[in-house]
T-cell receptor
Framework: AQSVTQLDSHVSVSEGTPVLLRCNYS??????LFWYVQHPNKGLQLLLK??????LVKGINGFEAEFKKSETSFHLTKPSAHMSDAAEYFC????????FGAGTRLTVKP | NAGVTQTPKFRVLKTGQSMTLLCAQD?????MYWYRQDPGMGLRLIHY???????AKGEVPDGYNVSRLKKQNFLLGLESAAPSQTSVYFC????????????????????FGPGTRLTVT
């Protein structure tokens, strides 16, 4: 059975500094991987997805993620944080089944 | 094009009461899902549907029932609410073509509704 682990429950960065949200997964198949963002009191919105094409995936709002099969990781990055990036982020793995990570809350300090 | 809508947005129930949450999508998606979100636990799948007239259990189906009589609608029912069902409920839809043994995984993105905040006292 597959699983997904978001290594940090909370990440705090200053505005203008890089963002790194970490996600490790286990899968017996070739998975599809997603990152979703949830702003306060809102539903989830897709940031980006990996479906066995290019390993570096670019998403909306300047986010990107790299699929590393050898490390079973799919970390989310952004070069420069903006105040509007403050939200909860979910990593999702989908192969035989679909699982959400527990989420990482990103705080951006002015 | 409203995407995925959920009714109601908020509800307070007493233990033992019943209610139905309505989800509607206008994207002609085959797959629809009901999740609950609890602090520190991400989203957990309650029930899902791979097409009109079909439903199947997810990770945490106990205490809930669903129906998909029309392709665009997916209803979640609580027959006898319990405090443990206090949560935020999200509906989602996606294109079809499920993968894997369970048939509920998908390589397509899910579109989420705004959520329903339910409190059971």
């Amino acid at each position: 059975a597959q699983s997904v682990t978001q290594l940090d429950s909370h990440v705090s960065v200053s505005e203008g500094t890089p963002v790194l949200l970490r996600c490790n997964y286990s899968s017996s198949y070739s998975p599809s991987l997603f990152w979703y963002v949830q702003h306060p009191n809102k539903g989830l919105q897709l940031l980006l997805k990996y479906t066995s094409a290019a390993t570096l995936v670019k998403g909306i709002n300047g986010f990107e993620a790299e699929f590393k099969k050898s490390e079973t990781s799919f970390h989310l990055t952004k070069p420069s944080a903006h105040m509007s990036d403050a939200a909860e982020y979910f990593c999702v793995v989908s192969d035989d089944d679909m699982r959400f990570g527990a989420g990482t809350r990103l705080t951006v300090k002015p | 094009n409203a995407g995925v809508t959920q009714t109601p947005k908020f509800r307070v129930l007493k233990t033992g009461q019943s209610m139905t949450l309505l989800c509607a999508q206008d994207m002609n998606h085959e797959y629809m899902y009901w999740y609950r979100q609890d602090p520190g636990m991400g989203l957990r799948l309650i029930h899902y549907s791979v097409g009109e007239g079909t439903t199947a259990k997810g990770e945490v189906p106990d205490g809930y029932n669903v129906s998909r009589l029309k392709k665009q609608n997916f209803l979640l029912g609580l027959e006898s609410a319990a405090p443990s069902q206090t949560s935020v409920y999200f509906c989602a839809s996606s294109r079809g073509s499920g993968t894997g043994i369970s048939g509920r995984a998908s390589s397509y993105e899910q579109y989420f509704g705004p959520g329903t905040r339910l409190t059971v006292t």
